[in-house]
């Protein structure tokens, strides 16, 4: 399962964000951003649980996340 995570974080702390992200999860790509949301990441996992769960410890951290949004691939190839 793939999913894109929309990370607002705050105020210089982009780069705890990502340190944090890569301990917890299988991160395939990971772009930091100007605009709404200061970080995309694209992860892979096998399990929902285990998104969800990072995810939650994520915002339960004090690592700087104050927002994530996150995308869930429907699955479907489209040549990519």
Do not use: C, W
């Amino acid at each position: 399962m793939r999913a894109f995570l929309l990370i607002v974080a705050s105020a210089g702390k982009e780069d705890d964000v990502l340190s944090s992200l890569m301990e917890r999860l299988q991160v395939v790509e990971l772009h930091k951003l100007y605009g709404v949301y200061d970080v995309i990441a694209v992860v892979d996992t096998d399990n929902p649980r285990e998104l969800s769960n990072a995810i939650t410890g994520l915002l339960d951290d004090s690592n700087g996340v104050i927002y994530i949004e996150t995308l869930v691939e429907r699955g479907e190839d489209y040549g990519s």
